[in-house]
C-alpha cells in the first residue's frame, strides 16, 4: 500500500470545517483522521458522531476515527451509523476487545487498534491477525501540538517484525499519531509506518494544502 497522509481535524479552524477538508482532500490527502475524547480516558473533550456525520456528507475521502474513550463498545455503533470507515480504540481502554472487532468486522468497517507509549508492543501482538490497522501513538493521546516520542518507532519496527512472521493474507497498515510533521516523518516511514496522521503540522500551517503536499512527498506517495 502506498503511504497515506491523514490530516487530524483537532488543529483544524472548526469555524468553516468543510472548507479546510476540502483544502486536504484536493492536495491529495489519504483520509480524515477524526479524534474522539471523552475527557475521562483522556483530559480533554473533543467530538462525537455528529461530526463524523456532518463531514460524510462534505468529502469522499474515508473517515479513519480514533476513540480515545474509555467504554468504546457502547458508541461503535453510532459512529458506524454516522459513516466511519475505519474505527480505532484503544487496548488501554474498557470492554471485551474481541467482541469489538467482531462487530466492526460485521459491519465492513477497518478495524483498527491503538497503543500508548507506556503500553509495549506484546499486549497487542495477540490481535494482529484481526487487524487492518494498528496506531501507534508517538504522544500521549490528549492534545494536538505535542511533541514527537520516537523511542516509540521500535514498536512499529517490532509489529512489522511480527507480521512477518505471521505471513498474513492482506498487509497491515500501521498509522503512527502524533507529532508528525516534516523533521520526524522520514523515520516513521523508515520504521515501517504506511499512514501518517498529521494534525498542527498541516492545520497549524500557513497554507495546509501545502503542508499536505510536502508530507506527501516526504512520505515518497
Ligand atoms: C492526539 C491525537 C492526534 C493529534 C495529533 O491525542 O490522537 O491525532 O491530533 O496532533 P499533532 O499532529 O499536532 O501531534
Ligand atoms: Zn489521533
Known amino acids: 500500500m502506498t503511504p497515506r497522509i491523514a490530516p487530524s481535524i483537532l488543529s483544524a479552524d472548526f469555524s468553516r470545517l468543510g472548507e479546510q477538508v476540502r483544502v486536504v482532500e484536493e492536495a491529495g490527502a489519504g483520509q480524515v483522521h477524526i479524534d474522539v475524547m471523552d475527557g475521562h480516558f483522556v483530559p480533554n473533550l473533543t467530538m462525537g458522531p455528529v461530526v463524523v456525520e456532518a463531514l460524510r456528507s462534505t468529502t469522499t475521502l474515508p473517515l479513519d476515527v480514533h476513540l480515545m474513550i474509555t467504554d468504546p463498545e457502547d458508541y461503535l455503533e453510532s459512529f458506524i451509523k454516522a459513516g466511519a470507515d475505519h474505527i480505532s480504540f484503544h487496548i488501554e481502554a474498557e470492554g471485551d476487545k474481541g467482541a469489538m472487532l467482531d462487530l466492526l468486522e460485521e459491519r465492513g ?113
Not at 127 to 151: A, E, H, I, S, Y
Not at 177 to 188: E, L, N, Q
Open 109 to 221: 468497517v477497518g478495524k483498527g487498534l491503538a497503543v500508548n507509549p507506556a503500553t509495549p508492543a506484546e499486549e497487542i501482538l495477540e490481535f494482529l491477525p484481526r487487524l487492518d490497522m494498528v496506531v501507534v501513538m508517538t504522544v500521549n493521546p490528549g492534545f494536538g501540538g505535542q511533541d514527537f516520542l520516537g523511542d516509540n518507532l521500535d514498536k512499529v519496527r517490532r509489529i512489522r517484525q511480527e507480521e512477518e512472521k505471521l505471513s498474513l493474507e492482506k498487509k497491515l497498515n500501521i498509522e503512527v499519531d502524533g507529532g508528525v510533521d516534516r523533521g520526524t516523518i522520514g523515520a516513521c516511514l523508515e520504521a515501517g509506518a504506511d499512514i501518517f496522521v498529521a494534525g498542527s503540522a498541516i492545520f497549524g500551517a500557513a497554507d495546509p494544502g501545502a503542508a499536505t503536499r510536502e508530507l506527501i512527498e516526504l512520505a515518497g506517495s
